[in-house]
């Protein structure tokens, strides 16, 4: 059933654009490593702006050059990465599992309540940037996760779901302004920003270290669904009589998700649609499997991370614009267009 | 003797003259920061019926321990009503709702700019001075001011001249024009900021801050020990391997938040803030 919903919704044929899994993550791959060397030769500002202006600083400055290339942007572009890597393997997880091509970590509320729990943590618990402060996400990811499987796991229907995600996403961005304005943070109001459309400036190799093993161990649990997402597609019965624990499964899923959005918004903010997106435009060519899906969505999702991240250095705004609103300046239509379809296949 | 007399016939006419209450509107009420400061130094705490909040905040405003027993308000319309104004000053660009049902129900409502020039700060002084009738103390507060600015400069004089850039919560830096940029030519400091495109005030990217190598990087303290993202930014490791051992100057932030003749107080703590980091 869920098959046909998605053919229906790209309006192809089974197959017609597979392509071989090696020729794809080859490609993928490909497109990584171009992205990963334009984002660290991508400056901003003035004096370092330009393309080619970190390698004529090296002619002169050798050590300030360097210092700018491993502190300022490899940081930044590992960030970029790994977090874009974590959002598309969530969301081709949660596409998977609730069989529903619009679930989404940002859109169900997976993210907003991972910020909620980091800024807890943040102004509240720890005081600052601490290597607890991924735990404080983790735990509001992995509550919301549950919740919205509890409303929307057992219907197929798409509504609930979506439904119970503006819930969540509305209780918790609610209380996440709550807690910036009881913040003793003079500027707490300016942090709301931050926390609800992320950013990866400035960032540093501390941040990269306090969250990339947690993410891992969310790539771990949530690359192990992947069979019995294959299952899963044949409904949850015939899943549970082909011998696959489901209870595993979805503990499994909500546990990674949690690892993976939880860590990476606790470090960048929230960063939305990407894991709508990607595994969106990758599921034809992995002939519409959601378990050959999920490692294409994680180099995929790197992919389009580290290419919104370049972007924001590239638009010449004054103040550096948020990867967030860039995310969702491309995932927003591509959201609407989603529904367009659905509302025509599904009368 | 004859001089004694004289001294007496002084005293005698400076009373004549000066009435024992002040002049003036006797209900001041201001919702602004910076107008706070400007009614505690022209009219006294006496005559001030109610400040803002951030005024009597001792993190936001140096004068804040004079507000004590001034009420409080938060720029809403019905607070100043309810404190009976005869005068309300408010900030040009700030409560602009509040200042324009004020005007509309009669009350004298005094705007005054933000200067981000220290000649800037004479012509408010002067437009305050008069609207709280105090003219002659607006004079000695501003000759005050130039004599403090002035030895500051002597004490700048022949010393090494640094770059600097500010660089402070959230990477925003001043450039020019800019009271601090102007504190920092006084107490002999280059601001390289301009040199980055930075207008009056903006951000400054921490590979420009790394590129240009200022010789020192100048902070503005500010609630110090609350955790937050923004005060975050001056902790960055590629600056620390910058400064290489330096350590930033610290200067407190809520001196040079206003024009106002508090901008001495900042051009001191700015002097003894470089003696204090070594780079006098």
């Known amino acids: 059933m869920h098959g046909d919903a998605v053919n229906a919704l790209t309006g192809d044929r089974r197959g017609r654009h597979e392509v071989s899994p090696a020729v794809l993550i080859a490609g993928l791959v490909a497109l990584l490593v171009a992205l990963s060397l334009l984002s660290l030769f991508t400056g901003r500002g003035v004096v370092t702006g330009g393309l080619g202006d970190l390698l004529a600083l090296s002619r002169q400055d050798p050590e300030t050059a360097w210092l700018i290339l491993a502190q300022v942007r490899l940081p930044r572009s590992v960030l970029a990465l790994l977090v874009g890597a974590s959002l598309g393997l969530s969301g081709a997880v949660l596409q998977g599992l609730l069989r529903n091509p619009l679930a989404e970590p940002a859109l169900l509320g997976a993210s907003s309540s991972a910020a909620l729990g980091a800024v807890t943590m943040f102004y509240f618990g720890v005081g600052g940037m601490s290597y607890l402060l991924p735990f404080g996400g983790m735990a509001g990811t992995f509550i919301a996760t549950a919740i919205l499987l509890v409303l929307g796991g057992r219907s197929q229907d798409t509504l609930t779901l979506i439904l119970a995600g503006v819930a969540i996403n509305s209780l918790t961005a609610a209380l996440t302004s709550l807690a910036l304005n009881f913040a003793p943070s003079p500027y707490a109001a300016l942090e709301i920003v931050f926390w609800i459309l992320g950013s990866f400036a400035d960032r540093t190799l501390d941040h990269v270290y306090m969250s990339v093993p947690l993410m891992a161990v969310g790539w771990v649990l949530l690359m192990s669904t992947g069979r019995a997402l294959e299952a899963l597609t044949l409904g949850e019965d015939t899943a549970s009589a082909m011998g696959f624990n489901l209870m595993s499964v979805k503990l499994r899923a909500i546990l990674g998700t949690a690892f993976c959005v939880g860590a990476a918004v606790a470090v960048t903010g929230v960063v939305s649609f990407v894991g709508l997106v990607v595994p969106h435009i990758l599921r034809p060519l992995v002939g519409y499997r959601p378990g050959r899906l999920l490692l294409p969505s994680l180099l995929g999702g790197a992919a389009l991370m580290l290419a919104a991240d370049i972007g924001v250095r590239v638009i010449p705004t004054s103040l550096e614009l948020k990867v967030g609103v860039v995310t ?20 | 003797m004859i ?27 201001s919702m602004n920061l910076c107008t706070d400061q400007l009614a505690l130094m022209l009219a006294g705490s006496e005559r001030i019926a109610s400040v803002s909040f951030l005024g009597a905040d001792p993190a936001e405003s140096a004068l804040a321990h004079m507000t004590e027993g001034i009420a409080v308000n938060h720029g809403l319309a019905e607070e100043v009503i309810a404190a009976r104004p005869d005068l309300v000053l408010a900030g040009r660009y700030t409560t602009s709702f509040a200042k324009a049902m004020l005007r509309r129900l009669n009350y004298k409502v005094v705007e005054v700019d933000n200067p981000d020039t220290i000649s800037g700060i004479r012509d408010i002084l002067t437009l305050v001075g008069d609207a709280v009738g105090e003219p002659e103390r607006a004079v000695a507060l501003l000759d005050d001011m130039t004599r403090r600015l002035a030895a500051v400069a ?17 990477g925003f830096t001043v450039g020019r024009p800019g ?4 504190v920092m030519t006084l107490t002999g400091l280059i601001n390289k900021a301009p040199e980055l495109g930075i207008g009056a005030y903006g951000q400054v990217p921490l590979e420009s801050m790394l590129a240009v190598k200022p010789d020192i990087i100048v902070h503005f303290l500010y609630r110090p020990g609350v955790p937050s993202l923004s005060s975050m930014s001056i902790q960055h490791p590629a600056l620390q391997v910058m400064l290489n051992g330096r350590t930033p100057v610290f200067v407190p932030g809520r001196l040079f938040t206003c024009g106002t003749p508090l901008i001495a107080d900042a051009a001191e703590a700015m002097a003894a803030a470089l003696i204090q980091s070594g780079a006098w």
């Open chain 1, 328 to 347: 969702a300046l491309i995932g927003a239509p591509f959201f609407l267009h989603l529904l367009f379809v659905l509302r025509r296949t599904r009368p």
């Open chain 2, 3 to 29: 001089k004694s007399w004289a001294q007496w016939l002084l005293v005698l006419l400076l009373f004549a003259v000066r009435p024992a209450v002040a002049e003036g509107p006797q209900r001041i009420v």
């Open chain 2, 154 to 170: 002597d004490q700048a004089r022949g010393r090494s001249r640094h770059s600097a850039i500010i660089y402070d919560a959230n």
């Open chain 2, 179 to 182: 009271l601090a940029d102007e």
